[in-house]
């Protein structure tokens, strides 16, 4: 998930993984952090929740674009 804070010019990203998803390999905090890097960004958090933010709201849609290579690379 992604949202844009237009007077700011940045962005937000959240994640979610579920138990299954955990226990092949997935963590939102690592996930989500990838994520915001693509748009200048950073955070991360818990395995199954976390949220960062991006400095470069132009990059949204590839971050989010990049979001499923992202988990497959993370799964086992």
Do not use: W
């Not at 092949?24 to 952090?33: D, E, K, L, P, S």
């Amino acid at each position: 998930l992604a949202a844009e804070q237009n007077a700011k010019g940045t962005c937000s990203f959240a994640c979610y993984c579920g138990k299954d998803a955990i226990s092949n390999g997935a963590h939102a905090g690592n996930i989500v952090r990838e994520i915001a890097q693509i748009a200048g960004g950073n955070g991360g958090g818990k395995p199954d929740s976390a949220m960062a933010g991006g400095k470069d709201i132009s990059k949204i849609t590839e971050a989010l674009n990049a979001a499923a290579e992202i988990v497959k690379a993370k799964l086992k």
